[in-house]
């Protein structure tokens, strides 16, 4: 496995306070579980030397699908509330996702803790908006990024 990679989760597991890793690792993936009940899949694709963050963000009611998939057409362009990474939906199982990647070679040790910080953020933030449509809140605003840091640090239960 990549020693690049290694570094990256390395300093990932010391920010969160969680025990050593296995050594070797089993694979590149790497499942945090989230205090706020969101999944964070880390994976190295070797083949690309692309780092991928991905988690699924939720559900929603069918007859709530044109305004969930209008608003991740706002969030996408130009990546107004994604923070550089992609909404993507399934509609036939009415599920939306979350995903970002990096090349490892541009990825340092803090950074990347602030980039997972933030993807989980933005993932948080996604629960929250498909909860409030499926609760037929109105979401008229147009959707654009908060780049103002959560004041809490997201921390996993655990790692698997």
Same mark, same amino acid.
């Given at each position: 496995m990549s020693s690049p990679y290694v570094s990256l989760l390395e300093a990932l597991r010391a920010y969160c306070n969680l025990p050593e890793f296995p050594n070797p690792l089993p694979s590149n993936e790497l499942l945090l579980q989230l205090e706020n009940g969101l999944s964070i899949?880390?994976?190295?694709?070797?083949?690309?030397?692309?780092v991928v963050l991905f988690a699924e963000i939720g559900t929603y009611e069918l007859k709530n699908e044109l305004s969930v998939l209008s608003k991740i057409?706002?969030?996408?362009f130009l990546w107004a509330a994604t923070e550089g990474g992609t909404l993507? !939906? $399934?509609?036939?199982? +009415?599920t939306v996702y979350l995903?970002? @990647?990096a090349p490892i070679s541009s990825l340092e040790a803090d950074a990347?803790?602030?980039?997972?910080?933030?993807? !989980? $953020?933005?993932?948080? +933030?996604?629960?929250?908006?498909?909860? @409030?449509?499926?609760?037929?809140?109105?979401?008229e605003a147009p959707m654009t990024s908060t780049t103002e840091a959560s004041s809490t640090p997201v921390i996993p239960d655990e790692i698997i």
């Open positions: 899949t880390i994976n190295l694709k070797e083949e690309t030397s692309m057409g706002q969030a996408n993507s !939906a $399934r509609p036939e199982i +009415q995903a970002y @990647q990347f803790v602030k980039r997972v910080q933030e993807f !989980a $953020r933005v993932a948080e +933030q996604w629960k929250d908006i498909l909860q @409030q449509i499926d609760e037929g809140k109105n979401l």
